[in-house]
């Protein structure tokens, strides 16, 4: 192992350990296949009974519980629930609005953390992960089951720079087409429209999205002293914020998340926010990760 | 040390005031910062308010205070206080026509002159002599102008002003002939300006008392010259001495003229019937004008002008009458004791112009006394009793201060003016490109790098 993934892989080995034994079930059943954690939509074979059902012409007869025959002399067949993988695409968003705090780059260090976490907890379940990350230099991992994958992960995210001014919604695109779980981790102030376009297809056609918005304490209650703020994505626009303009800002920003929360979770996506310093990483995953409609055990 | 313009010092105390206020009450830009959520911020105007508690900038604040205060110093004219003498001198030194002795002059100044005093020659005009004043009295001599001595106690005020932080009380001297002609109707007037006795010193004792104003006028032309009937008129009214000759000199250069006919004291009228007059070149176009003047004496009539005086006959001739455009109609050029009038002005026949009395008058004017001679009347007594005055010696506190004084501080003032603006700029250029770098996104600087 190289010295700088050592040096990456001791920034994030404190979390990794935090959150080992957490479990990420698939928040519906999956589709049949590999076999894995998650509940599948099949019923199969498996050593944990489930339930009989009355032999038809078709069934294979190696099912029919021939000891029940004998008692009964009816033919069923023993079902029982089959367990599957769950592919998982963890997409990060690097553009130039996660690098903030320019001193600290605290966003992109907090979605890089939830990125890596989730990706670990996913492997721990021994579902495959991927990554992409939609940056100047855009990054694909495609989902694999190997143990190095968490350090894949943590590689990728220490050679991004979150610099760039790229759309996510057509690295979400891409990244659909290997994962039945989609991690979207971003701060939507990019093309939201369009990602709430994709996540609501993708939602449709039976994927598992979810959304975690990274928010920096600093966007929700910017600074009292006046300032010429500038969107480092959109340099030209140049805003004065003032102690006049600072409550309609934070009015409008507040407005602004709780219609992407509203509208994302009507179209079934998993929508979380993470605010930097506000929770711990550990106690974010355990939130993210938690089955629907439980709380998080922290 | 004092101000000869302190208006614009306590104009510049002002303004270097308000930029101390600005510095603490402007509206300036805000310190820039990056916010990805900025387009949620209200779109207004790109600058804020900001108040500060304590100066902007303390060093810029003070270059923009110090050049606006040096240069406000610079425009008020700073002088430095010098030790007053308790009197001094200005002299007004008669150089024109009427001071024909140069000797006399020079003799009188000197024994008059001191250090420390303004000496202001004058003729037509006036100037004051600065420098080596001895080595300029030795060279003094008389000009052929007419004095002026209305021009000669404007500069002696103006003189007096310089001097005022020199001396504690100023005399006035006069070193002149006090002819008459050197005083005007504004004389008494400017004269009177000068608080106090004058000291009048009179030199050349040549000068006439009195001329005689009546005399023998003749003419030497032909039996119908209109001019004759004039000219008759004219001696019968009491028109001075003098000779018009109206014959015509074709070919003969004027001088020869007034060498053949001009005798001691005698006023020659060299008016050419038809003849180019001495001294005048034929126009290029034949014009008409509406009148002519000399002296107090007025005509207006459409004459007929075809001569015309080039300036090198001008020079050296005294104008005695004029067209009503300006131009000159007759010259007179001394000729020894006497003197030859050249008269461009021609008479016509027809009309009753001859006989008009304004056209006498004009005739009679021009035979009055050489110029020559009317610069040796003396001024009136009663005239020469204003210019003298009554009193003492005029205190310093009667002269003004000049407003064109040259200040020695100010063009330090005014460098150290330009020198504070050149800092500042440099000084706020570099303020402006270490906020800019402090501003710059660290990918930005990465990238520059």
Known sequence: MPADLDDSYDQYAALLDAVRGIRWPARSTVRGGIPGAHNSRLRGISAEFTEYRPYRQGDDTRRVDWKLFARSDRAYIRLSNDRAIFPTMIVLDASASMAFPQATNAKWVLAAQLGVALGAIARHSGDPVGLAIAGEEPVLLVPRMRRSVTHELVRSVAATRPDCNAPLSPSVSIAAQYGGRLVVITDFLGDAEELLTVASRLVAAGREVHAVQVIASEEIDPPRDAAMVSDPEAPEMRRALTGDTRDSYVASYGAWRDRIAHEFTEAGVAYSTAIVGEESPDHLIRRITAPRGVAAAV | ????????????????????????????????????????????????????????????????????????????????????????????????????????????????????????????????????????????????????????????????????????????????????????????????????KAKLVRIGGSVVDTLPMTGRLEISADAGDPLQATVALARSAGAASGVVDRRDFRGVPARSVSESSSRGGETRIAWPASARPPGAVQRAVTDTVGGVMAGESVVVAAFERRWSYPADSVGGAEVIARWVDGEPAAIERPDGDACVRSVAIAVTPVGDLAIRRDFVRFVASLSGPCVATTSLMPADPSSVAKLQGIGGLTSREAFQPLSDVRSELAPWLLALALAAVIAELFVRRRRRDVLHAGNRPESHKARAA
């Open chain 2, 1 to 196: 040390m004092s101000f000869l313009a302190p208006g614009f010092l306590f104009a510049s105390l002002a303004v270097a005031a308000a930029i101390v206020a600005l510095h603490f009450i402007v509206t300036r830009q805000p310190r820039s910062a990056i916010l990805p959520t900025a387009r949620f911020v209200p779109d207004t105007r790109a600058t804020a308010v900001a108040r500060a508690k304590r100066p902007s900038d303390l060093l810029l604040m003070l270059l923009r205070v110090l050049a606006v205060v040096a240069a406000g110093a610079a425009l008020a004219k700073p002088v430095l206080e010098r030790s007053r003498a308790p009197d001094a001198r200005v002299i007004l030194v008669d150089l024109s026509r009427s001071a024909r002795d140069s000797i006399a002059i020079r003799d009188s100044v000197r024994a008059i002159y001191r250090d420390g005093d303004a000496v202001v020659l004058f003729d037509s005009a006036a100037r004051v002599i600065g420098g080596n004043v001895g080595d300029t009295l030795g060279a003094l001599r008389p000009t052929t102008r007419r004095g002026n001595l209305s021009a000669a106690l404007i500069a002696a005020l103006r003189a007096g002003s310089a001097l005022r932080d020199r001396a504690e009380s100023f005399e006035l001297v006069i070193v002149s002939p006090l002819a008459k002609e050197e005083l005007d109707a504004a004389t008494d007037s400017i004269r009177a300006l000068w608080l106090g």
